[in-house]
């Protein structure tokens, strides 16, 4: 593999395939600089990331339009805001006056409206280069890594305004605190770069001069490459492990796309990394030999940002964290070592960004957090079993949310267990980590795995939830052949005091309503 080389602000990074570029779907790589853009449309907007950069252009004042295979959750709010939005692909979306097209990894070669874009003239490019040209002018911090991306950058965004900042935003998820997955905050001009308001064709916003207008907290994601649009000043690396390989090919080009990720950051900016994380640590040491400022937090002794002490519960936790010159004591409101670290990641990230912040302001506006959609989320109680959604796909996420769920019931102490029904994301995922799925599943009481959810994949007959329980040993972790074959067996098995873990970045919380409602019926007297 030939060096990496990277120049702030550029996309054209030489790191074998760390940039997406799927099929010729894309036509330039970054936010158009020769024209005027008023109208954006967005393919598959109806995703997490994919709405984020709606919700943007349209508070930047830009029209926007889009289309989605189906509803979802976050369609309706757009349409609300003023969206045109059709389900189903059509080239017939594509009003006349679009100026931009934005796409995903998701988006297909074939897609009607990528290829009437294409036949028009209209500039396609990725959803990050989009973020990065909505956003141009402000003060990046951008959380990366492998796990925690989200809820880091919520806790940023929500300890920045706690200490009274009100920074622009754009997470993979909503995020009940803030009211939604995207915003442009407190900025003093909300004009995108290139329209009609904005200082002129291709440049950045003339600043903002609400309080933290300046700065943005946004979710970099590593899974194709696209991170590699943003220039950040502060960039949070909570972990660096195996991932989307299906993309990356090895896991020497991944870290590849994270090392030239790091050459991004802008001068006087900093790399916040876990030291707890031996990827995350490495990355940092490679940093700090080019130069590159860099910070360290965690529970390890020499971390900058060091948890000296934690008490955990079913609501949450009480940590102590030491610095060089300070020590500060924090409640959290989400549970778990993880939320720990992402906590005392998302602090050091906006100490750095706003280093005259009041650090009591920051901690105050960190406990107000409350998690983030499908992050440890309760659904409710059933039959007296609790039941929890969580978006954990990745082994050490399932890890550790089952660790979170064992010291939920372990304080309450009602003798009840952790049950888990996994939905698996990806054939490829699934072939690559069936054994450490089977590992983690295995430290629940019981374990159910259901079929594989494809998402951007082809289907792979060879493939599905007997690869991962066919390393189980024992039948605690067991294959179910149908979805809905899980409300029937959870019934089966599930007593009072139990906890039940409902996993997966698919649509596996689809059947919660209809498990809760199984839990919920009256059982037959024997």
Same mark, same amino acid.
């Given at each position: 593999?030939?060096?990496?080389?990277?120049?702030?602000?550029?996309?054209?990074? /030489?790191?074998?395939?760390?940039?997406?570029?799927?099929?010729?779907?894309?036509?330039?790589?970054?936010?158009?600089?020769?024209?005027?853009?008023?109208?954006?449309?967005?393919?598959?907007?109806?995703?997490?990331?994919?709405?984020?950069?709606?919700?943007?252009?349209?508070?930047?004042?830009?029209? #926007?339009?889009?289309?989605?295979?189906?509803?979802?959750?976050?369609?309706?709010?757009?349409?609300?805001?003023?969206?045109?939005?059709?389900?189903?692909?059509?080239?017939?979306?594509?009003?006349?006056?679009?100026?931009?097209?934005?796409?995903?990894?998701?988006?297909?070669?074939?897609?009607?409206?990528?290829?009437?874009?294409?036949?028009?003239?209209?500039?396609?490019?990725?959803?990050?280069?989009?973020?990065?040209?909505?956003?141009?002018?402000?003060?990046?911090?951008?959380?990366?890594?492998?796990?925690?991306?989200?809820?880091?950058?919520?806790?940023?965004?929500?300890?920045?305004?706690?200490?009274?900042?009100?920074?622009?935003?754009?997470?993979?998820? +909503?995020?009940?605190?803030?009211?939604?997955?995207?915003?442009?905050?407190?900025?003093?001009?909300?004009?995108?770069?290139?329209?009609?308001?904005?200082?002129?064709?291709?440049? +950045?916003?003339?600043? +903002?001069?609400?309080?933290?207008?300046?700065?943005?907290?946004?979710?970099?994601?590593?899974?194709?490459?696209?991170?590699?649009?943003?220039?950040?000043?502060?960039?949070?690396?909570?972990?660096?492990?195996?991932?989307?390989?299906?993309?990356?090919?090895?896991?020497?080009?991944?870290?590849?796309?994270?090392?030239?990720?790091?050459?991004?950051?802008?001068?006087?900016?900093?790399?916040?990394?876990?030291?707890?994380?031996?990827?995350?640590?490495?990355?940092?040491?490679?940093?700090?030999?080019?130069?590159?400022? *860099?910070?360290?937090?965690?529970?390890?002794?020499?971390?900058?940002?060091? *948890?000296?002490?934690?008490?955990?519960?079913?609501?949450?936790?009480?940590?102590?964290?030491?610095?060089?010159?300070?020590?500060?004591?924090?409640?959290?409101?989400?549970?778990?070592?993880?939320?720990?670290?992402?906590?005392?990641?998302?602090?050091?990230? *906006?100490?750095?960004?706003?280093?005259?912040?009041?650090?009591?302001?920051?901690?105050?506006?960190?406990?107000?957090?409350?998690?983030?959609?499908?992050?440890?989320?309760?659904?409710?109680?059933?039959?007296? *079993?609790?039941?929890?959604?969580?978006?954990?796909?990745? /082994?050490?996420?399932?890890?550790?949310?089952?660790?979170?769920?064992?010291?939920?019931?372990?304080?309450?102490?009602?003798?009840?267990?952790?049950? #888990? +029904?996994?939905?698996?994301?990806?054939?490829?995922?699934?072939?690559?980590?069936?054994?450490?799925?089977?590992?983690?599943?295995?430290?629940?009481?019981?374990?159910?795995?259901?079929?594989?959810?494809?998402?951007?994949?082809? /289907?792979?007959?060879?493939?599905?939830?007997?690869?991962?329980?066919?390393?189980?040993?024992?039948?605690?972790?067991?294959?179910?052949?149908?979805?809905?074959?899980?409300?029937?067996?959870?019934?089966?098995?599930?007593?009072?005091?139990?906890?039940?873990?409902?996993?997966?970045?698919?649509?596996?919380?689809?059947?919660?309503?209809?498990?809760?409602?199984?839990?919920?019926?009256?059982?037959?007297?024997?």
């Amino acid at each position: 593999m030939s060096p990496v080389e990277a120049r702030p602000g550029h996309w054209d990074h /030489p790191a074998p395939r760390s940039i997406l570029r799927p099929g010729d779907v894309i036509t330039q790589p970054s936010w158009p600089a020769d024209r005027a853009v008023r109208s954006l449309h967005v393919v598959r907007i109806g995703g997490a990331g994919m709405s984020a950069v709606g919700r943007l252009a349209l508070e930047a004042g830009l029209q #926007v339009s889009g289309s989605d295979s189906q509803d979802g959750q976050f369609i309706g709010p757009l349409r609300e805001a003023g969206a045109r939005i059709g389900i189903g692909f059509d080239a017939a979306l594509l009003a006349e006056d679009v100026d931009v097209v934005v796409v995903s990894t998701a988006v297909r070669p074939d897609n009607p409206e990528v290829l009437a874009a294409h036949e028009r003239g209209i500039p396609v490019i990725h959803r990050a280069a989009a973020l990065a040209g909505l956003l141009a002018g402000r003060e990046l911090v951008a959380v990366a890594g492998t796990h925690g991306k989200t809820s880091t950058t919520g806790m940023a965004v929500m300890a920045l305004r706690g200490a009274g900042q009100d920074p622009a935003w754009a997470l993979g998820a +909503a995020v009940p605190d803030l009211g939604r997955n995207a915003g442009f905050g407190g900025t003093g001009d909300h004009s995108a770069p290139g329209s009609d308001s904005a200082p002129g064709a291709g440049s +950045a916003p003339d600043g +903002a001069t609400g309080p933290g207008g300046g700065i943005a907290v946004i979710e970099a994601d590593e899974s194709d490459g696209s991170f590699l649009a943003f220039s950040p000043r502060s960039l949070v690396v909570t972990n660096l492990e195996p991932d989307h390989l299906d993309f990356h090919g090895d896991e020497q080009t991944l870290t590849a796309a994270f090392d030239a990720l790091t050459m991004q950051i802008v001068p006087g900016g900093s790399l916040i990394v876990c030291a707890d994380d031996p990827g995350a640590r490495a990355l940092g040491e490679r940093a700090a030999a080019r130069g590159v400022p *860099v910070t360290t937090y965690g529970s390890d002794p020499g971390a900058d940002w060091r *948890v000296l002490s934690e008490r955990g519960g079913a609501a949450g936790a009480e940590i102590e964290i030491g610095t060089s010159a300070d020590r500060y004591t924090c409640e959290l409101s989400v549970a778990g070592h993880h939320n720990v670290l992402n906590a005392v990641g998302a602090l050091a990230a *906006v100490s750095a960004a706003v280093p005259d912040a009041d650090v009591g302001a920051l901690l105050g506006g960190l406990a107000t957090f409350t998690g983030a959609s499908r992050r440890f989320d309760v659904a409710g109680l059933a039959g007296g *079993v609790t039941v929890v959604d969580d978006y954990a796909h990745h /082994p050490r996420e399932v890890a550790a949310t089952i660790e979170a769920a064992r010291g939920i019931v372990e304080t309450q102490q009602r003798g009840g267990r952790v049950l #888990v +029904a996994f939905q698996p994301h990806l054939f490829s995922r699934t072939r690559d980590f069936a054994a450490d799925f089977a590992a983690v599943l295995g430290g629940a009481d019981r374990s159910w795995v259901l079929p594989v959810y494809a998402a951007r994949e082809d /289907p792979d007959p060879g493939i599905d939830a007997r690869t991962i329980t066919a390393h189980a040993p024992g039948a605690s972790v067991q294959p179910l052949t149908a979805s809905d074959q899980l409300p029937a067996t959870v019934r089966e098995v599930a007593r009072p005091g139990d906890l039940l873990l409902m996993l997966g970045a698919g649509d596996v919380v689809e059947l919660t309503p209809a498990v809760m409602a199984a839990l919920d019926s009256p059982r037959e007297e024997t």
